[in-house]
Each structure stands twice: as C-alpha cells, then as structure tokens.
C-alpha cells in the first residue's frame, strides 16, 4: 500500500511540473558570416489547453568564410526574444522558463 501511495504521489508531481508547450515553428536563418535558429512555441494552460500566449526563442552563430566550407563558432545560448537577459542551454528549458514566467506550462 505505502508504494502504490508513493508511486501515486511521484507521479502527480511531474504531471503538476510537465511543461505542455506546442512548437509552432522551427527555422534557421542566415548563411555565410552568421546563422540563428529560431523556435515559436503555445504555451498551454494548467489545464492542458492551448493558450494564445506564444514565446519566441533564438541563439546565433558567428562564421566565417563565403564557401560551403565555412568555418562557424559554436552557437551561442538560445534566449527569449522578451527576456534577452536569460540563458539557456537548449530550446525546451528556453520554451518552459519563457511559458512559466507568463503563469503557464
């Protein structure tokens, strides 16, 4: 009984945590000196609807050379377009710091 009341309890707490964000749009811009990655994503409710507030996240790359061999730093960390001030070290942390920050998921 006290593992079934566990298990319970254990998995209660990722779904009240789970991010539930809808990606809307990848693209990737930009060629010979520099290049950005650019991710759009819904935020969900707590409810699990789909809310119209969106997040806009981005990272770069320097690179140099005009050939297809061009020689490009490592990317830069992805940031919220709102909150350039923030770090990320990839896309999804980006997606669900920017949706919690606007009280969503």
Request: aromatic share 8%; proline share 1%; with cysteine.
């Given at each position: 009984?006290?593992?079934?009341?566990?298990?319970?309890?254990?998995?209660?707490?990722?779904?009240?945590?789970?991010?539930?964000?809808?990606?809307?749009?990848?693209?990737?811009?930009?060629?010979?000196?520099?290049?950005?990655?650019?991710?759009?994503?819904?935020?969900?409710?707590?409810?699990?609807?789909?809310?119209?507030?969106?997040?806009?996240?981005?990272?770069?790359?320097?690179?140099?050379?005009?050939?297809?061999?061009?020689?490009?730093?490592?990317?830069?960390?992805?940031?919220?377009?709102?909150?350039t001030n923030a770090t990320?070290?990839?896309?999804?942390?980006?997606?669900?710091?920017?949706?919690?920050?606007?009280?969503?998921?």
């Amino acid at each position: 009984m006290k593992k079934i009341l566990f298990s319970l309890i254990a998995i209660c707490s990722v779904v009240v945590n789970a991010s539930a964000y809808q990606v809307l749009s990848t693209k990737e811009f930009g060629k010979d000196d520099a290049k950005n990655q650019n991710v759009i994503v819904k935020c969900t409710t707590n409810t699990g609807k789909t809310s119209e507030e969106i997040c806009s996240l981005r990272r770069y790359v320097k690179c140099t050379g005009k050939d297809k061999k061009s020689l490009c730093n490592s990317w830069q960390p992805w940031r919220d377009l709102r909150d350039t001030n923030a770090t990320y070290s990839d896309w999804k942390a980006a997606a669900s710091a920017c949706c919690k920050k606007k009280g969503l998921r």
